[in-house]
């Protein structure tokens, strides 16, 4: 994380060590840390000791020093404790940033998806007209399609959701069947991604990739890659799945 090429003073050397420890889980020796940030064995040596006074550092058997578990507490209710939105924004702007489309962090409410975040490309090409906190049908987004390939399983389950009402045909490209909504999720299932083929907006294509901000099995929502199809094809996004992944964390 660091290789200090000037001995750090004060709480900046308290800072160092901490942010040393971060770096080795199995714990590291102090002659090993103060190595690292180039300062005096004895000076280095009260960096810590003030982690382990705040608990924010510990010593194993063999001497070694290890990240405390007060500070592993306080990462963790940090992280938890941020909105999702918030958490993903950085995902989204890269995606934005290499892609020069727009990008969204869409969630599941009953049969419609809310955009939590959007991040626009940088470079001020044509950007979509979609807003936080819009709604769009499930049924007919790259992102309502994934989520709903978790939540509805098998096809009595995709039957039991739509019920009664007839799905909007939002463009001739809609599925609004059960049998038709039943094949694609469970295609969305085996590949691990979803696709919008011109199916909610006429000339805008979308791949969604879910997003595990809370658990490992279940995603809290799903980030979308939405393209003007002439700029960005689907087949381009598709082509580019295994970077999409990477850089969101949602290779199975």
Sequence with gaps: MFEA???????????AVLAKLATYPDGVSL?????AVNSPKPTVHRAPGALRRAGFATQDGRGHYVLGDEFLRLAFAHHEGRADHVRVNETLRTLATLYGETVHYAVLDGDS??????VDPPDGKVRLTS???GRNPAHSTAVGKLLLSYTLPDRSAVAAWIGDR???KVTDRTLTSIDTLHRELERIR????????????PGINCLAVPAFLTGPTMPSGAISISALAYRTPLATLVGDLDTIQQITGSRP
Excluded: C, F, M, W
């Design 113 to 118: 998806v809310v955009y939590r975040s959007k």
């Design 31 to 35: 002659d090993h840390i103060t190595a």
């Design 190 to 201: 085996a590949q691990g991604y979803s696709v919008d083929d011109e199916e909610n907006e």
């Design 166 to 168: 007839r799905l909007p």
């Design 5 to 15: 090429t000037s001995p750090p003073v004060g709480s900046d050397r308290t800072l």
């Design 131 to 133: 807003v936080v906190g």
